[in-house]
């Protein structure tokens, strides 16, 4: 039974990170109702920017943290410029069709340079002992991240002037612009934030598992998933979802082969689709 409770505790520490990846898939759905399929590449670029600046500047990760918040802005901006910004408002499959175009050519870019390698970064934290069981420090402190990232994102949401643009652009885009809110800007930033938080979300799911360059289609259906929990267009409905979800991958990891997870996930999936279309942590879509 202690068995089963500490991996449930794991579990809502690696939810918390989930809950910060699916924030950044939804929040731009949510304003935009575009799917962003470059979302788990955008993970392992946060992976693979942690193992790149660890390795050649020797600090510590998380001191890599600001950097690849920053990093992964700018280049949700530039995806925003280069594959969304001519989609907004047309049928959904041709900003599916776009974002999917991007991610192959990224995943074959990476591919090039570094192959299938398995990648990995060395965290030393000292963990805490319940009984006969330790929880890694490195899921302690990666689930504390998310949750203090998160928070400031629905601070920056709910209280900032930007942030009450992006609510009022997800609400009524065409009011908003005759309120004079600059909605091609508000749409840049929101994907530049929707990107910055796959890539922090990727950097600390870096601290915890290997990784290599094909490691984010894993990621993307768990945030697809969690999106669906939470409701689709509901940033902290992504949180909660998420640590769901990492209940449920704890509750039925010590019964069923690993490799079992990923179908049970799919089937919740489907279930939660089919019974509540719009996820179980919200009762409406565009919760901003």
């Known amino acids: 039974m202690l068995g089963i409770l500490a991996s449930i505790i794991d579990g809502v520490l690696v939810g918390l990170v989930y809950g910060l990846a699916a924030m950044g898939l939804t929040l731009i759905w949510g304003v935009m109702d575009v799917i962003n399929l470059t979302h788990g590449t955008m993970i392992v670029a946060g992976m693979f920017g942690l193992f790149l600046l660890t390795a050649a500047l020797g600090l510590s990760p998380y001191v890599m943290l600001p950097p690849v918040l920053i990093g992964g802005f700018f280049a949700g901006m530039l995806l925003y410029w280069v594959a969304v910004h001519r989609m907004v408002g047309r049928p959904p499959l041709m900003s599916l069709l776009s974002t999917f175009s991007v991610n192959l050519m990224l995943i074959g870019i990476g591919t090039a340079v570094w192959g299938t390698a398995l990648f990995n970064v060395e965290v030393s934290l000292p963990g805490v ?6 929880f890694p420090g490195a899921h302690i402190l990666a689930a504390v991240l998310a949750a203090v990232i998160a928070g400031l994102m629905y601070l920056f949401l709910q209280h900032t002037r930007m942030g009450k643009a992006v609510r009022a652009v997800a609400n009524n885009r065409e009011a908003a612009e005759l309120v004079g809110i600059p909605t091609t800007r508000v749409l840049a930033i929101t994907v530049g ?7 922090v979300s990727g950097m600390l799911i870096g601290t915890l598992f290997p990784f290599t360059i094909l490691s984010g289609d894993g990621y993307q259906l768990k945030s697809f998933v969690v999106t ?3 409701g689709f267009g509901n940033p902290v409905g992504a949180l909660f979802a998420g640590v769901a979800l990492g209940v449920l991958e704890g509750a039925v990891t010590p019964f069923v082969p690993v490799s079992w997870t990923l179908v049970i996930e799919f089937v919740l999936f489907v279930l939660v689709l089919i019974a509540f279309p719009g996820g179980i942590f919200t009762s409406r879509r565009g919760a901003l």
């Open 129 to 134: 002992s319940m009984g006969r069981y330790t």
């Open 228 to 230: 669906a929990l939470g």
């Open 193 to 199: 934030c929707g990107v910055a938080l796959a890539c």
